[in-house]
Protein backbone atom coordinates (compact mmCIF):
# COMPACT_ATOMS: atom_id res chain seq x y z
CA UNK A 1 0.00 0.00 0.00
CA UNK A 2 2.80 2.57 0.64
CA UNK A 3 4.43 2.67 -2.95
CA UNK A 4 0.30 3.08 -4.01
CA UNK A 5 -0.32 5.96 -1.27
CA UNK A 6 3.17 7.62 -2.14
CA UNK A 7 2.42 7.29 -6.04
CA UNK A 8 -1.18 9.57 -5.35
CA UNK A 9 0.59 11.90 -2.96
CA UNK A 10 3.61 12.68 -5.67
CA UNK A 11 1.15 13.14 -8.42
CA UNK A 12 -0.32 15.48 -6.48
CA UNK A 13 2.97 17.29 -5.76
CA UNK A 14 3.79 16.29 -2.22
CA UNK A 15 7.03 15.56 -1.46
CA UNK A 16 8.56 12.57 0.60
CA UNK A 17 9.71 13.86 4.29
CA UNK A 18 12.06 10.67 4.88
CA UNK A 19 12.52 12.25 8.83
CA UNK A 20 8.75 10.87 9.51
CA UNK A 21 8.26 7.09 8.67
CA UNK A 22 5.87 4.45 9.90
CA UNK A 23 4.90 0.61 9.16
CA UNK A 24 1.55 0.40 11.41
CA UNK A 25 -1.62 2.24 10.85
CA UNK A 26 -2.11 3.14 14.36
CA UNK A 27 1.50 4.53 14.28
CA UNK A 28 0.28 6.60 11.04
CA UNK A 29 -2.86 7.51 12.94
CA UNK A 30 -1.04 8.61 16.14
CA UNK A 31 1.49 10.82 13.74
CA UNK A 32 -1.05 12.79 12.48
CA UNK A 33 -3.26 13.06 15.96
CA UNK A 34 -0.16 14.51 17.31
CA UNK A 35 -0.07 17.09 14.48
CA UNK A 36 2.80 15.22 12.25
CA UNK A 37 1.50 15.54 9.43
CA UNK A 38 -0.99 13.84 7.03
CA UNK A 39 -1.55 10.03 6.07
CA UNK A 40 -3.83 7.71 3.33
CA UNK A 41 -5.77 4.90 5.14
CA UNK A 42 -7.81 2.25 3.91
CA UNK A 43 -11.66 2.97 4.28
CA UNK A 44 -11.89 -0.60 6.39
CA UNK A 45 -9.50 0.75 8.56
CA UNK A 46 -11.69 4.15 9.62
CA UNK A 47 -13.01 3.32 12.95
CA UNK A 48 -16.76 3.39 13.74
CA UNK A 49 -16.17 6.85 15.58
CA UNK A 50 -15.03 9.11 13.10
CA UNK A 51 -14.12 12.29 15.69
CA UNK A 52 -11.77 10.40 18.00
CA UNK A 53 -8.09 11.67 18.90
CA UNK A 54 -8.99 14.65 17.06
CA UNK A 55 -8.70 12.91 13.25
CA UNK A 56 -10.85 14.31 10.73
CA UNK A 57 -11.31 11.59 7.84
CA UNK A 58 -11.65 13.10 4.26
CA UNK A 59 -13.17 10.94 1.72
CA UNK A 60 -11.51 11.41 -1.76
CA UNK A 61 -13.50 13.10 -4.54
CA UNK A 62 -14.01 11.49 -7.84
CA UNK A 63 -11.93 9.18 -8.93
CA UNK A 64 -11.67 7.29 -5.91
CA UNK A 65 -8.04 5.28 -5.66
CA UNK A 66 -8.76 1.53 -5.18
CA UNK A 67 -7.14 -1.87 -4.96
CA UNK A 68 -7.88 -4.93 -5.82
CA UNK A 69 -7.49 -7.28 -2.87
CA UNK A 70 -6.89 -11.80 -4.41
CA UNK A 71 -6.88 -14.68 -1.98
CA UNK A 72 -5.21 -17.10 -4.18
CA UNK A 73 -4.61 -21.01 -3.91
CA UNK A 74 -3.61 -24.02 -5.82
CA UNK A 75 -6.30 -25.04 -8.19
CA UNK A 76 -6.16 -28.96 -7.09
CA UNK A 77 -5.78 -28.10 -3.31
CA UNK A 78 -7.90 -30.55 -0.86
CA UNK A 79 -9.12 -27.04 1.13
CA UNK A 80 -10.39 -25.28 -2.23
CA UNK A 81 -13.93 -25.20 -0.41
CA UNK A 82 -12.50 -23.99 2.29
CA UNK A 83 -11.28 -21.00 0.77
CA UNK A 84 -14.19 -20.48 -1.18
CA UNK A 85 -16.16 -20.23 2.16
CA UNK A 86 -13.55 -17.74 3.93
CA UNK A 87 -13.82 -15.58 -0.28
CA UNK A 88 -17.49 -15.39 0.67
CA UNK A 89 -16.86 -14.50 4.13
CA UNK A 90 -14.43 -11.69 3.72
CA UNK A 91 -16.68 -10.21 0.70
CA UNK A 92 -19.73 -10.10 2.75
CA UNK A 93 -17.88 -8.28 5.50
CA UNK A 94 -16.12 -5.79 3.62
CA UNK A 95 -19.94 -5.21 1.70
CA UNK A 96 -21.23 -4.60 4.82
CA UNK A 97 -18.42 -2.62 6.67
CA UNK A 98 -18.28 -0.07 3.49
CA UNK A 99 -22.10 0.06 3.23
CA UNK A 100 -21.61 1.94 7.07
CA UNK A 101 -19.70 4.49 5.47
CA UNK A 102 -22.27 5.13 2.80
Not at 38 to 55: C, F, S, V, W, Y
Not at 72 to 92: G, P, Y
Amino acid sequence: MRDQSLGFCFTAGAIEDNSFQATSLETLRHMVSADNGLTLIPQLAIPTNRHQDGIKYIPFNNPQPFRNIALLSRKNSVRNICFEQLAKLINDTVALKLAQYC
